[in-house]
């Protein structure tokens, strides 16, 4: 994927840690219920932002400590 994103624009859905952080940008899907149906949405994320993202992706909802510190080696 790396190869190919020299010369075309590559999107990555995944829900792997490892792999959402060699992207040079890191977008979240989301869906959210409204009275008419469920909406899917995507919205860029920061820097901070991604950092606590691919934490809980690699924690759970319930971060620990140490799963920041884990997004941030993998994002480097």
């Known amino acids: 994927m790396k190869e190919m994103s020299k010369d075309m624009q ?15 940008h890191h977008f979240k899907v ?5 009275a008419q149906g469920t ?3 995507m919205r860029k994320l920061s820097n ?3 950092v606590v993202e691919l934490a809980r992706m690699l924690g759970g909802n319930e971060l620990t400590d140490s ?3 884990h997004a941030g080696q993998l994002l480097n």
Request: proline residues 7%; without cysteine; aromatic residues 6%.
């Open 39 to 41: 909406r899917t949405n």
């Open 10 to 24: 590559v999107f990555s859905i995944t829900h792997l840690p490892q792999v959402a952080s060699k992207g040079n």
């Open 67 to 69: 799963a920041p510190a």
């Open 30 to 34: 989301f869906k959210t219920d409204e």
């Open 48 to 50: 901070d932002e991604r």
